[in-house]
């Protein structure tokens, strides 16, 4: 496991080699028999499952009970927030052509943002994670672009700060993640 | 400078019909040839310039403001007004051209004005899997306009618009649209 932070343009963790090899295999193996719909609006067009933790699978229900008791504690701790318990739960997938534009996630009771990679993609393949650092609340300048990795995780913090993307899939190539909010 | 096809009375009669019952109505190859080559050479040679707020829009406009001698010409203008079947006071333009990575997002300080706009597209060919596509959201399904060479929308409802992500299938090819509201008593 490797564990890096920052700090700007706002609070995030990226834990790489998140868990080990053969359960994420399983995990990517079993989100994969799920069913994915398109999701479209003025900000996004990607596929998306159903709230995974009602999910008849055990595999991916186990997943979510990790998150749930073990790693929420990390998160609240690093954050230095008090969680909720509630954890939104689905997988995503991008493909060619399909994007989320820049935008902040604040809804509701939304306090930390997570996405557990489940592909890794290289830099001329779109689907990056954009971070933007702001000035009065507005985005102003890229900041940061993180490269989906298999089997890492990256968590930030949601706040009026919090503005991000994820670029463009430019070739056929499938983005995987396992994304959600802890509350 | 108006195509013929939609100056006779009963074509003027059709379309004002269709406007107040359906709220929009869509005329393709509005101009004639002529006039959309003059708008398009003029537009074109205008300097574009990058409007961007990464959370609310991204497309090039052009501060050349000669395009809108076209729009004011007393032939469009006496149209606008028989179609609307009612008096123009003014109207505010702006013309904007989307490529690759362009797009314009609702946003929530951002409330329809309620007044009436028209669009007009430019492009010497466009796909609709390229995005660009106006989106006017609807309680059930959304309005969609396509962009396409020569297409005048007029639209009278009062809800919002997107213009959809313009993705990489695109390439470098890019659209015009030229906007007006119309300051007009309803």
Redesign the interface.
Known sequence: MNIKKFSKPFKTILIENFLDIKDAMKIFSELKKEKFELKESDLFKFKQTKDLQFSKNKILRNFYSFLEKDFQKNAETFFGKKLSGKIDFAGTLYEKTDYLLPHDDRLESRKIAYIYYLSSLGKNDGGELVFYSSKNNIPIKISKRNFPKFNSIILFEVSKKSFHSVSEILKNKKRYSITGWLH | MINKIYLNQDAIRGIKKELDTKKFVMLDEFFNKNFYSSLNKEISNGKFSKRE???RYSFFETSNKKFENFFIAPQFVEFLEEILGTKIKTINFSARKFQH?N????HDSEKSDGKIEFIFFMTNSWDEKF?GSV?YPGKREPLIVNPMKNRFFIFKGKSRK?V??V???AGKKNFILIGGKINAPR
Do not use: A, E, P, V
């Open positions: 707020i990464f959370d990575g797009y314009t997002l609702l995005g989106f997107f959809k992500y993705n990489n299938l």
